[in-house]
T-cell receptor, first 114, second 112 residues
Framework: EAGVVQSPRYKIIEKKQPVAFWCNPI?????LYWYLQNLGQGPELLIR????????DSQLPKDRFSAERLKGVDSTLKIQPAELGDSAVYLC????????????FGPGTRLTVT | GESVGLHLPTLSVQEGDNSIINCAYS??????FIWYKQESGKGPQFIID?????DKRQGQRVTVLLNKTVKHLSLQIAATQPGDSAVYFC???????????FGKGITLSVRP
């Protein structure tokens, strides 16, 4: 069974530029999560989707971050404009049925903002 | 810039020895606890979990102990191998629709 797929794996951009990350969850997993992971820290939830609906986006900085999950499968996380402090790893995870303790994580996208 | 997050606690063990990684969790209402292993360039990988109505659970070479009185969780790895070298995170959640909250990572370094 294929795991959670994320692309790109690495991205370097200049500040004020836009950037987008893509996630393809495990087949059949209706719940999708985006996390931010700073160096040396545990992942922090940005947004959680149940199918197409964002059910928890309380930690998403909505002034510059946006996400979508059209058709309830793949998801895109966007930052516009990026700031230096956005440099981090962005992880996508998915689960079947919404159980937080049954999440499978992708490899992440490492973003460097210069 | 902030440097606290760069100084991960590190546990160094000799190959073949047992490792014990500790975690203090924060929410007394959490009822599910998980240990994750994260290797460089990869996402967190599930190792073992335990519900709050248990105090011990064993897997293959790993054991998780839960002490709810002092809100403490530990991961024991038997006969530690070089492949166990990674960053380990504990995580807690209050249930199916609750958020998964991660603790600070601990680096396990296995000496050959």
């Amino acid at each position: 069974e294929a795991g959670v797929v994320q692309s790109p794996r690495y991205k370097i951009i200049e500040k004020k530029q836009p950037v987008a990350f893509w996630c393809n969850p495990i087949s059949g997993h209706n719940t999708l999560y985006w996390y931010l992971q700073n160096l040396g820290q545990g992942p922090e939830l940005l947004i959680r989707y149940e199918n197409e609906e964002a059910v928890d986006d309380s930690q998403l900085p909505k002034d510059r971050f946006s996400a979508e999950r059209l058709k309830g499968v793949d998801s895109t996380l966007k930052i516009q404009p990026a700031e230096l402090g956005d440099s981090a790893v962005y992880l996508c995870a998915s689960s079947k049925g919404g159980a937080a303790y049954e999440q499978y994580f992708g490899p992440g996208t490492r973003l460097t903002v210069t | 810039g902030e440097s606290v997050g760069l100084h991960l606690p590190t546990l160094s063990v000799q190959e073949g020895d047992n490792s014990i990684i500790n975690c203090a969790y924060s929410n007394s209402a959490s009822d599910y606890f998980i240990w994750y292993k994260q290797e460089s360039g990869k996402g967190p990988q599930f190792i073992i979990d335990i519900r709050s109505n248990m105090d011990k659970r064993q897997g293959q070479r790993v054991t998780v102990l839960l002490n709810k009185t002092v809100k403490h969780l530990s991961l024991q790895i038997a006969a530690t191998q070089p492949g166990d070298s990674a960053v380990y995170f504990c995580a807690e959640t209050g249930g199916a629709n609750s958020k998964l909250t991660f603790g600070k990572g601990i680096t396990l370094s296995v000496r050959p």
